[in-house]
């Protein structure tokens, strides 16, 4: 409490005995942080007296985006991220990144700098955590195949990033911030562009706009409103790109010796400090958040050498076409059997007992079918396949 003032805490203190007087403490305490924001912060970062959630204001005694982090952890959501595929696919190694590792690489990577920019340390982690919540098993990958499938459907294609959103707004619904939501939308395409000037002022509307337009076209780029939003974008690709070439040196699939040369250097160590301090050089005391030209064609080389060496090598696909098979066969399978029994499907009773009532009553039978298969794990997909398409042994009385 150092700062507060003696006096201020001695007197406040003697009205805690009651519920009035600690709702006031607590009130107290959160505008002196508010205060220090306003002091400390970056003009133009992302103010926690300026929070809007789509749902109304809540009072508490964290910040409001504090608030946000704290939600999205304990989500089942995030829970998930365990099991759920970051490049490399049902391989028995400890040490390969899955989603967890991943956004919480992307969060400490993007705290470290927000500090140093004078950012809002709490928005940049609550982007950072809860956005690729919305990535169905096996990555990308399964991404496209549910995608494909959605569009055979009429419902449009799928999107990861626009599907973060629509998880913790109506299936998982948290009542988050309005600019981490806009995070978590506008969080992919990092590379193309390396100098990002937030779309200041963006209002509820346009964001939803943006929404709709990313439902018709999944690539179609969208600029972040806040600084914050445009730091987490560019370190979730910087962070995965180090790490991914770690992961595949260490299943022998590329040598270290192969990697491009580039001012980056070779290991994820290097790669992370070089790009950390050509980011906080060129964005110090700015209204955007940007990477020098050299280092970005040099990120560009080396993730140009990842697609090619790494992400299509055959070593990691030797499943893609059992996966895509898998994915075809169950979304047929889940999507008649929900529409002919209803609450008696497979849907309708591991599913939709657990969704709020507004989600069961308004949303259609296909979107159903692709949030329930989007929320799976990897394991989660492939025991469901197992339990609805394999024969089990009969336990005869």
């Given at each position: ?17 009651n519920h009035a007087g600690r709702q006031e403490l607590f009130q ?75 956004v919480q690489l992307v969060s400490n990577f993007a705290r470290g ?10 928005l940049v982690e609550a982007i950072a955590l809860g956005h690729d ?265």
């Amino acid at each position: 409490m150092e700062g507060y003032g003696a006096p201020l805490l001695s007197a406040l203190r003697q009205r805690i005995k009651n519920h009035a007087g600690r709702q006031e403490l607590f009130q107290q305490l959160r505008r002196r942080l508010e205060q220090d924001e306003e002091r400390t912060l970056h003009p133009k970062a992302a103010r926690s007296c300026h929070h809007r959630r789509p749902h109304g204001v809540e009072d508490d005694h964290r910040l409001p985006y504090k608030r946000d982090v704290d939600r999205i952890v304990h989500s089942k959501a995030y829970a998930r991220y365990v099991d759920k595929t970051q490049v490399v696919y049902l391989v028995h190694n400890d040490h390969i990144a899955h989603r967890s590792l991943h956004v919480q690489l992307v969060s400490n990577f993007a705290r470290g700098i927000a500090e140093i920019l004078r950012l809002n340390v709490g928005l940049v982690e609550a982007i950072a955590l809860g956005h690729d919540v919305g990535h169905p098993p096996f990555g990308h990958e399964g991404e496209q195949y549910l995608s494909e499938l959605s569009q055979e459907h009429g419902n449009g294609a799928f999107s990861h990033a626009l599907h973060s959103c629509r998880l913790f707004e109506h299936i998982e619904p948290l009542n988050l911030g309005e600019a981490v939501y806009d995070g978590f939308l506008c969080h992919d395409g990092g590379m193309r562009q390396m100098v990002l000037v937030p779309h200041f002022g963006k209002s509820w509307q346009e964001h939803c706009e943006q929404r709709h337009r990313r439902a018709a076209q999944p690539d179609c780029d969208a600029t972040p409103a806040t600084l914050e939003g445009c730091l987490v974008r560019l370190c979730d690709t910087m962070s995965y790109i180090g790490r991914d070439l770690e992961d595949a040196i260490s299943l022998g699939i590329i040598t270290r010796e192969q990697l491009p040369k580039t001012a980056l250097g070779t290991t994820n160590r290097e790669i992370l400090t070089t790009l950390a301090c050509d980011l906080i050089e060129n964005s110090f005391d700015c209204d955007y958040i940007a990477l020098s030209q050299e280092l970005q064609e040099a990120l560009c080389s080396l993730r140009a050498f990842n697609f090619a060496q790494i992400y299509t090598n055959p070593r990691i696909k030797v499943e893609s076409v059992k996966i895509k098979r898998s994915y075809r066969i169950l979304f047929e399978f889940l999507y008649a059997d929900l529409v002919n029994k209803g609450t008696d499907s497979h849907i309708g009773q591991e599913f939709l007992p657990s969704r709020p009532p507004v989600y069961c009553a308004s949303t259609s039978a296909i979107q159903i079918v692709i949030d329930y298969i989007a929320g799976m794990t990897d394991s989660f997909f492939v025991k469901t396949v197992h339990k609805l398409f394999v024969p089990s042994p009969i336990d005869w009385p």
